[in-house]
Structure formats: structure tokens, C-alpha cells
């Protein structure tokens, strides 16, 4: 596994490098491919290479992160490719570019796994303050938009949207209600923490760095998200929503994973030894 992360980060780097010297293609949206400069990404490739020389599992959590966070259009892209029907332009050298940068987080997420202890589960209260702050962020998040009036949606009245409006609801109230609910033990393990897990980190990276922009622009004196016709108080409200939403999830998500993982033969052991 170490030798496929420096492989990634040397490739991943070349292409980088390229990109900053002039030669990237013509993204479709705004902003470049990543959420960081050129030149930034071409330092975390060279800091992830020299990460793996000697394995410390805090700081490859950490790049992981970093990584997913640098590809938040890939949320984007997920969602254009599902419903096309949404008008969000789907970039597809973009795209493949984020997904090489979601790749190497997932390498780094396999490594740094691989050399931890076992992680200890956590109290049920924790996955169940997770779901909490998920639905409260999400119903945050449509208050927000009750305030300013639900026309004012930036696509189309379509079957897309219909389906897109459905599903973020009931990713903000179901899905963090069946990962830390008995019933939610009845369906498939993926069913819940693939999408619990996706959508959570792909919400907290995505939105985490629009808030620091956000922060950037209100500090700059310039308007927080652009002239997209709604007033910055909206942005104040939501953006943080998102990330709360987005991190709730996630920490269900884990709670769900410890508490229906199989139990290890050293879990059992220890188990017979303290009776």
C-alpha cells in the first residue's frame, strides 16, 4: 500500500505540475479542477509521497481529509451525472481529475487504517447526537430557504428536481434516523453506509471550503457567495447548516459501521477473558 500511495502522488503530482505550468484544460466550473491553487496541490503531492517514509496514522487521516476536501466539486459531479436534468454542467476532465484526487484519500485512508489499533466503538449517545445534528442541519438548511422563498431555486421546475428534493430530505431525516436506530439494522450494510458515508464527507468537504471562502470574501469586504440573487444572511445560514448536516452524518455513519461490524476472534478472546 505504500508503494501504490507514492505512485499515485508522483503521478498525481506530474499531472499537477502540468496543470500549474500552463497546460490545464478549460473547466466548466468555476474555478479550477481542484478547490485549491495548482502549485498548493503539487506541495500536497510531495508531502504525501514523504508522508509514507515513516507511517503516522494521524497526519495520513489527516492528507486523506485534505485530499476529499481539495475535490469538493466532486459532490457536483456526482449529482449532474445522477440528474442530468438539474442544468449543472458536467465537466468530465474535472471530473476525472477529482476522482484521481478521491483516489489517493482512499489509499491514504487504506494505509493509515492498516497501521492503528483497532478503533474502540464509541458510546450509541455519540452516533445519536450525529443524527441529530444531521436532521437539525438539514432542517436548518430548508428554513433558510423558506426565509427567502422556495422559487427561488436556481434550476428548474423538473422531474430532476423533484427527485433531487426528495432525496435531500430524506438524506437529512431518514438516513441518519436508520443508522442509529434498530430498524436501520434490517437493511443491507451498504445501503446505509455507503451513501451515509458518501454524502456525509462529500456535504462537510464541499461546504467546509465554501465557509472558509466565505470568510475569506466577509473579511475582503467582497459579497460571500457572488451576485447569485439571494442576500448573504441566506449563505450565513445554510453554508454552516451543510457542514453541520454533513459531519452529523458522518459521525452516524461510524457509529452505524462499529455497531454492526462482525466481531474480531481478538474482540472474542477478550471478550471470554474478562468473563
Same mark, same amino acid.
Given at each position: 500500500?505504500? +508503494? #501504490?500511495?507514492? %505512485?499515485?502522488?508522483?503521478?498525481?503530482? $506530474?499531472?499537477?505540475?502540468?496543470?500549474?505550468?500552463?497546460? #490545464?484544460?478549460?473547466?466548466?466550473?468555476?474555478? &479550477? &479542477?481542484?478547490?485549491?491553487?495548482?502549485?498548493?496541490? %503539487? =506541495?500536497?503531492?510531495?508531502?504525501?509521497?514523504?508522508? %509514507? =517514509? +515513516?507511517?503516522?496514522? +494521524?497526519?495520513?487521516?489527516?492528507?486523506? #481529509?485534505?485530499?476529499?476536501?481539495?475535490?469538493?466539486? /466532486?459532490?457536483?459531479?456526482? $449529482?449532474?451525472?445522477?440528474?442530468?436534468?438539474?442544468?449543472? *454542467? /458536467?465537466?468530465? *476532465?474535472?471530473?476525472?481529475? +477529482? !476522482? @484521481?484526487?478521491? @483516489?489517493?484519500?482512499?489509499?491514504?485512508?487504506? !494505509?493509515?487504517?492498516?497501521?492503528? *489499533?483497532e478503533a474502540k466503538p464509541w458510546p450509541h449517545w455519540v452516533s445519536t447526537a450525529g443524527a441529530c445534528l444531521a436532521a437539525a442541519g438539514c432542517l436548518t438548511r430548508l428554513a433558510a430557504q423558506a426565509a427567502v422563498g422556495f422559487e427561488k431555486v436556481p434550476y428548474g421546475g423538473n422531474l430532476s428536481i423533484v427527485l433531487f428534493e426528495g432525496g435531500f430530505v430524506l438524506a437529512g431525516t431518514v438516513l441518519p434516523f436508520l443508522l442509529v436506530h434498530r430498524i436501520g439494522r434490517y437493511f443491507p450494510r451498504w445501503l446505509l453506509l455507503l451513501p451515509g458515508y458518501t454524502i456525509g464527507a462529500g456535504i462537510t468537504a464541499y461546504f467546509t471550503v465554501g465557509l472558509l471562502q466565505m470568510i475569506v470574501n466577509a473579511v475582503r469586504g467582497e459579497p460571500v457567495y457572488g451576485d447569485v440573487g439571494l442576500p448573504d444572511s441566506f449563505f450565513w445560514v445554510a453554508v454552516p447548516a451543510y457542514v453541520v448536516w454533513g459531519a452529523g452524518l458522518t459521525v452516524a455513519a461510524r457509529g452505524y459501521q462499529f455497531a454492526t461490524r462482525k466481531t474480531t476472534d481478538s474482540e472474542c478472546e477478550l471478550h471470554i477473558t474478562q468473563r
Amino acid at each position: 500500500m505504500r +508503494r #501504490a500511495v507514492v %505512485v499515485w502522488a508522483v503521478a498525481y503530482g $506530474v499531472l499537477r505540475i502540468w496543470f500549474a505550468t500552463g497546460h #490545464a484544460p478549460d473547466w466548466k466550473l468555476p474555478g &479550477d &479542477d481542484l478547490l485549491v491553487p495548482n502549485w498548493v496541490s %503539487v =506541495i500536497g503531492c510531495l508531502v504525501t509521497a514523504l508522508a %509514507v =517514509i +515513516r507511517i503516522r496514522p +494521524r497526519l495520513l487521516w489527516a492528507l486523506a #481529509a485534505a485530499w476529499l476536501a481539495a475535490a469538493g466539486f /466532486i459532490l457536483l459531479d456526482l $449529482v449532474a451525472t445522477v440528474l442530468p436534468g438539474l442544468g449543472i *454542467p /458536467i465537466d468530465v *476532465p474535472g471530473m476525472v481529475s +477529482r !476522482l @484521481a484526487a478521491v @483516489a489517493g484519500a482512499v489509499l491514504l485512508g487504506h !494505509l493509515a487504517k492498516s497501521h492503528q *489499533p483497532e478503533a474502540k466503538p464509541w458510546p450509541h449517545w455519540v452516533s445519536t447526537a450525529g443524527a441529530c445534528l444531521a436532521a437539525a442541519g438539514c432542517l436548518t438548511r430548508l428554513a433558510a430557504q423558506a426565509a427567502v422563498g422556495f422559487e427561488k431555486v436556481p434550476y428548474g421546475g423538473n422531474l430532476s428536481i423533484v427527485l433531487f428534493e426528495g432525496g435531500f430530505v430524506l438524506a437529512g431525516t431518514v438516513l441518519p434516523f436508520l443508522l442509529v436506530h434498530r430498524i436501520g439494522r434490517y437493511f443491507p450494510r451498504w445501503l446505509l453506509l455507503l451513501p451515509g458515508y458518501t454524502i456525509g464527507a462529500g456535504i462537510t468537504a464541499y461546504f467546509t471550503v465554501g465557509l472558509l471562502q466565505m470568510i475569506v470574501n466577509a473579511v475582503r469586504g467582497e459579497p460571500v457567495y457572488g451576485d447569485v440573487g439571494l442576500p448573504d444572511s441566506f449563505f450565513w445560514v445554510a453554508v454552516p447548516a451543510y457542514v453541520v448536516w454533513g459531519a452529523g452524518l458522518t459521525v452516524a455513519a461510524r457509529g452505524y459501521q462499529f455497531a454492526t461490524r462482525k466481531t474480531t476472534d481478538s474482540e472474542c478472546e477478550l471478550h471470554i477473558t474478562q468473563r
